[in-house]
Nanobody, 122 residues
Framework: VQLVESGGGSVQAGGSLRLSCTSSGDTGSAPSMGWFRQAPGKEREGVAAIDSRGGTAYADSATGRFTISQDNAKNTLYLQMNSLKPEDTAMYYC??????????????????WGQGTQVTVS
């Protein structure tokens, strides 16, 4: 499974961004997907996750501001981010898991990763 993120950029506090992650390969083997982020000097953390039934989970920091969704016809995962804060600044990664059938915000449960897209909020 190959994952390619896009949509990052620089935005002022209070603004919005939509990240996209296009997947290819044997995508059916990795039905659970998620968004993660990593700021300089910090560990990678889960932001949002979605399973094959459309169930979702969010980190407390993302609840109410971020929305994860997917378009199966386009093999694309999205993360709509609203009301962005400077503390949201990080490299954002898309991930997929062939080890899960449900939801997880734990990076170690994912075995496919994209290269990341930078989000900077000032």
């Amino acid at each position: 499974v190959q994952l390619v993120e896009s949509g990052g950029g620089s935005v002022q506090a209070g603004g919005s961004l939509r990240l996209s992650c296009t997947s290819s390969g044997d995508t059916g083997s990795a039905p659970s997907m998620g968004w993660f982020r990593q700021a300089p000097g910090k560990e990678r953390e889960g932001v949002a996750a979605i399973d094959s039934r459309g169930g979702t989970a969010y980190a407390d920091s993302a609840t109410g501001r971020f929305t994860i969704s997917q378009d199966n016809a386009k093999n694309t995962l999205y993360l709509q981010m609203n009301s962005l804060k400077p503390e949201d600044t990080a490299m954002y990664y898309c991930a997929a898991s062939s080890r899960l059938t449900g939801l997880s915000l734990t990076p170690g449960t994912y075995n496919y990763w994209g290269q990341g897209t930078q989000v900077t909020v000032s």
